[in-house]
């Protein structure tokens, strides 16, 4: 069997989810995971004009440099021809292209695990950040200017979601329903991986992505997230409830069933370190 081909990508997009902050995460994410002698490191040129207001056309904000971007990571693909993708992010948006490549790449049968505590299959009726419809693009729904991009759609059947918080679903989210998704709750994976290595075998799969939104860990576990963000007293959609070592424990188990080819990282967000840089950046020494 030859070597395979990893390709690491660099995407610190943050305009699919209109906050700045995704980037300076996904750039420390990068010094964060660890190094391989055997990956090829591309990065993907993101826009960054941080200060300008992002203008929604076609139903999505940024639509314009999103969909550049999203043709500059297709166009790395197709000129590394990868067997694997890592895609170090950035918001949930960064894996539209690099998921849509490897169903390709493996005969459109790509098993798909969402990790994640929201489903990201909106709308673009329902919401103009692309971070939230990203998975709803894949599957031929989403936002029409996205989904038509998408040259291998993925099947229903091969998506699961793991660390789902499935009682606080909103009207947006009911394609999970619609569409009869699969899913795991934190409380169903808290022991073992069984359901998800259940979906495995029911499907066949032999080739597997993981889009891992660090949204899926709960604050008590994990700090680099939206919602532990130092002093906030409420937050607008669902927390995570999985820790890093059962995420880990998913990953492992997963990989023994089938071959993991794409793992995804998004939302990372260190907010001790963001902070710091923000209150250096008012100190003269550094002007």
């Known amino acids: 069997m030859k070597d395979q081909k990893t390709l690491r990508l660099l995407l610190p997009q943050w305009q699919g989810g209109n906050n700045p902050n995704y980037y300076f995460g996904g750039e420390l994410l990068a010094q964060i995971v660890p190094a391989s002698a055997k990956d090829k490191l591309r990065r993907v040129p993101v826009a960054k004009d941080f200060d300008k207001a992002l203008a929604v056309e076609d139903g999505v904000k940024g639509s314009k440099v999103l969909l550049q971007q999203l043709a500059d990571t297709t166009k790395i693909l197709a000129e590394e021809n990868p067997d694997r993708v890592i895609v170090l992010g950035g918001d949930c948006s960064i894996s539209q292209a690099p998921f849509d490549y490897l169903n390709g790449k493996y005969g459109g049968n790509l098993g798909i695990l969402w990790l994640d505590a929201h489903p990201d299959v909106a709308l673009a009726a329902d919401t103009t950040h692309d971070h939230e419809m990203v998975l709803g693009n894949l599957l031929g729904g989403g936002a029409p200017s996205f989904a038509e991009k998408v040259q291998h759609p993925v099947k229903p059947s091969h998506v699961m979601f793991a660390g789902l918080i499935y009682e606080e679903l909103r009207p947006r989210d009911q394609a999970v329903n619609r569409l009869q ?14 359901p998800i290595i259940d979906w495995l075998k029911e499907n066949n799969i032999q080739h597997v992505a993981v889009h891992f939104d660090l949204d899926v860990l709960t604050p008590e576990d994990f700090r680099s997230i939206y919602p532990a963000e130092p002093y906030l007293k409420t937050f ?4 995570g409830e999985m820790t890093l070592k059962e995420v880990t424990r998913v990953l ?3 990989s023994k069933e089938t071959e993991l080819v794409g793992l995804s990282i998004a939302e990372h967000m260190p907010w001790d370190a963001l902070n710091l840089r923000q209150a250096l950046s008012q100190v003269s020494i550094f002007k």
């Open 252 to 254: 492992t188990d997963l």
């Open 181 to 194: 998704l699969r899913y795991a709750t934190p409380q169903q994976l808290k022991e073992n991986s069984q």
């Open 236 to 239: 607008g959609a669902a927390i």
